[in-house]
């Protein structure tokens, strides 16, 4: 044998000892917080195919409301290969009452019971005539709508299969958590059982000031077609509803939104037993908490619901809510921004206490309040204090005494823009957040019954002059409706 002699390393300096115990903490880091990614979705896909549906829906609609007709003012003599090619309806004889056609439109769903319960989007099936599901199997059958609920945007419909049918288990989208993979099944674009993944991108999203909102955003390619059809976890289990995208072009981006499934479990449960929806009421007007507003009502980061009014006789008055509290938990629950809170409430049980927690002069009240039922007059009244302007792009809300005094403003009454949607024409007209609007078309403005009568009149070609006042300075501005 060689004998080896021993050989003395020179000592690591304290540099190197620094860098090599950093490189091992970085390292064991990653290896805790990397979320696993998957080698296949293969196995998901042909396991979660069969559950999920294409739905086809047929609508007479008068040929006279096609827009194409405005390209052939001779409707009788319109060239044939236009005729096929835009789908075009005869015309009778006299050119003045045109036939009926029949429009279809394609979306999705997923079986929720082996008897052929199915949940889909509303638009999917709203004013359909006829509504026919095909499965993966290629069966087709005719479906009945069991209910309807346009406020949730969700529907449940019922076919009669000759076996039972494969359907779905249901998660907990409150388990959900930014980063997590999720994969959607649909029929964009007519093209059957397409299998989509992507992440969950964001949650709690309000997409066009909707009362219900809260919705899941994710990255999995979602398209027109999609609508009504499933968002799964990782895990297999459904956790949303598709229902829209985020697009300038009609086609997908990367931002697509479904309705959490904890919500659209309560909404499928009460059409099955009842055809309808009832939901619970609470009785306040509420604001998403800014990092200004947070300032002022000794909030360390903007979470909760500011309480902007309390309606008399409300099951909020009753239990001692006040304006300017900040609800901050609801039934357990952190509520990190405003759009979580209404949907919550209206799942609550009417006649069940909830326990709320909210913040008052800086420190934290517990209070419990037993939901009322929300009725179409309340949720009207609501509208009036708090009304979104789809076309428009900007949510308004009346100025309350409390408003006016946190925001620093002049103005104790009238109208400010809660919110701007990105790309709305509000926003190309350069309205911003917490503008005041003082006058429309050169009409003052000083509640949303004004704002409201206004639209009504406005003319979209013509656009609308704003005048309205941004620190504490007036300035006009021209909103056009494209």
Same mark, same amino acid.
């Given at each position: 044998m060689i004998p080896v002699k021993h050989r003395h390393w020179p000592r690591p300096t304290a540099h190197l000892t620094t860098f090599v115990v950093a490189c091992m903490l970085a390292l064991f880091a990653a290896q805790s917080i990397a979320a696993p990614v998957p080698n296949s979705f293969a196995d998901m896909a042909e396991k979660l195919g069969p559950t999920v549906v294409n739905i086809y829906t047929t609508q007479t609609v008068k040929a006279s409301s096609l827009p194409q007709e405005f390209m052939f003012p001779d409707k009788e003599n319109i060239p044939e290969p236009f005729r096929r090619f835009f789908n075009l309806p005869q015309f009778h004889g006299d050119g003045q009452h045109p036939q009926e056609y029949k429009r279809t439109s394609l979306g999705s769903g997923v079986i929720t019971s082996a008897d052929g319960y199915i949940l889909t989007n509303n638009h999917v099936v709203q004013d359909a005539d006829e509504i026919n599901v095909s499965l993966a199997t290629s069966e087709e059958y005719e479906a009945k709508i069991i209910g309807r609920d346009?406020?949730?945007? %969700?529907?449940?419909?019922?076919?009669?299969?000759?076996?039972?049918? =494969? +359907?779905?288990?249901?998660?907990?989208?409150?388990? %959900?958590?930014?980063?997590?993979?999720?994969?959607?099944?649909?029929? =964009? +674009?007519?093209l059957e059982q397409t299998v989509t993944a992507g992440i969950v991108s964001a949650k709690g999203r309000s997409i066009n000031n909707e009362t219900y909102g809260n919705f899941i955003q994710t990255d999995a390619s979602i398209n027109p077609g999609n609508s009504g059809g499933p968002l799964f976890n990782q895990e297999g289990s459904m956790v949303g509803v598709n229902t829209a995208i985020f697009s300038r072009t009609g086609g997908n981006i990367g931002i697509g939104f479904a309705i959490p499934v904890n919500m659209a479990k309560n909404v499928m449960t009460q059409l099955k037993e009842h055809g309808s929806v009832t939901r619970g009421w609470l009785g306040v007007m509420i604001q998403q908490i800014s990092p200004d507003l947070a300032k002022q009502f000794g909030l360390e980061r903007p979470v909760g619901a500011l309480v902007g009014e309390v309606v008399d006789g409300s099951p909020a008055a009753k239990a001692g809510i006040k304006q300017g509290d900040v609800i901050i938990r609801y039934q357990g629950k952190e509520i990190t921004q405003m759009s979580m809170l209404p949907p919550l409430v209206a799942q609550t049980e009417v006649g069940e206490k909830a326990d709320m927690v909210l913040l008052r002069d800086g420190k934290e009240k517990k209070v419990t309040i037993t939901i009322a039922k929300l009725e179409e007059e309340q949720e009207a009244a609501a509208d009036q204090r708090t009304m979104p302007s789809k076309e428009l792009g900007i949510t308004v809300q009346e100025i309350t005494p409390e408003l006016a005094k946190s925001l620093e403003l002049d103005e104790k009454t009238g109208l400010i823009i809660a919110n701007v949607e990105p790309g709305s024409p509000a926003a190309e007209a350069g309205l911003q957040r917490g503008d005041v609007i003082a006058e429309i078309n050169k009409k003052p403005i000083a509640s949303t019954k004004d704002y409201?009568?206004?639209?009504?009149?406005?003319?979209?070609?013509?656009?609308?002059?704003f005048l309205i006042k941004r620190d504490k300075h007036p300035r006009f501005v021209v909103l056009k409706i494209k």
């Open positions: 346009p406020k949730s945007d %969700l529907a449940l419909i019922k076919i009669e299969p000759k076996n039972a049918l =494969p +359907f779905v288990t249901f998660g907990d989208s409150d388990k %959900l958590r930014v980063g997590d993979w999720v994969i959607a099944i649909g029929n =964009p +674009f007519g409201k009568n206004i639209l009504k009149k406005m003319d979209k070609k013509e656009g609308l002059l």
